[in-house]
């Protein structure tokens, strides 16, 4: 069991999509992950119970929208450091969690972070991302609530995340950082496009920079921007 790391991943109605993140975790990494779930499917909620039943490891405790989620979970770390991970976030470059670990040590850094990689037509959202996360990384670090590894330390007294936010509390909360305590690590996560293909490409795009904008004036991120409906914008 590695004593440095655990993992929170906010669930719901997921299906048999978190047990392969599950799985793809457990190649790499032997570490205690705390799922906060908040399924009100039944199929969902059955599959995940059964699977996670036979692991010590695994600990399911309540979820809720993903800063509340996130907060539930990580009131259960007692580890130096924490890594958020969506249920959708899938670690596709084996040793990546490792590695993150062993930079966020080497380099006494409070956040590190990677790389996203979706479906076609969509993969260029991300390559463009890439270029603003690493020019912001100079004056005004960020990283996305998929793949955050924390120090534990740094991440409850940075209050941890506002559960008031119901948008990019992520984003709020990583711009906390200072430059010189944030890392992005040359690795990969893989995420399905179905963001995308839900909302649409510009409402994504749009509600980035909106957060942006916004990015002090507590309102905005008490409204859900129409994210959590299910229905195309």
């Not at 399924?39 to 405790?61: A, C, F, P």
């Amino acid at each position: 069991m590695n004593n440095h790391l655990t993992i929170v991943i906010p669930c719901k109605n997921e299906g048999k999509g978190i047990i392969d993140v599950i799985k793809l975790i457990l190649l790499q990494i032997n570490c205690k992950i705390i799922i906060a779930d908040s399924s009100d499917d039944e199929g969902s909620l059955l599959l995940l119970r059964k699977y996670t039943s036979s692991y010590s490891n695994i600990q399911l405790v309540e979820g809720g929208l993903p800063s509340i989620a996130r907060n539930n979970g990580a009131k259960l770390v007692i580890t130096p450091y924490v890594l958020f991970l969506d249920a959708d976030s899938y670690v596709s470059t084996l040793g990546l969690v490792e590695e993150c670990i062993i930079t966020a040590i080497k380099g006494n850094y409070d956040l590190v972070t990677c790389k996203f990689r979706t479906d076609k037509p969509y993969r260029w959202v991300y390559r463009v991302f890439d270029v603003i996360q690493w020019f912001s990384s100079f004056t005004k670090p960020f990283a996305l609530g998929g793949f955050m590894l924390f120090k534990t330390e740094t991440f409850n007294q940075l209050g941890k995340f506002n559960e008031q936010d119901q948008v990019a509390e992520d984003y709020r909360l990583s711009s906390k950082i200072k430059p010189k305590k944030f890392k992005i690590i040359n690795g990969y996560v893989y995420t399905p496009s179905r963001r995308f293909s839900k909302k649409g490409v510009w409402y994504m795009i749009k509600l980035m920079l909106s957060s942006w904008i916004n990015r002090n004036n507590n309102e905005f991120f008490k409204h859900d921007q129409n994210y959590w409906n299910e229905k195309e914008n």
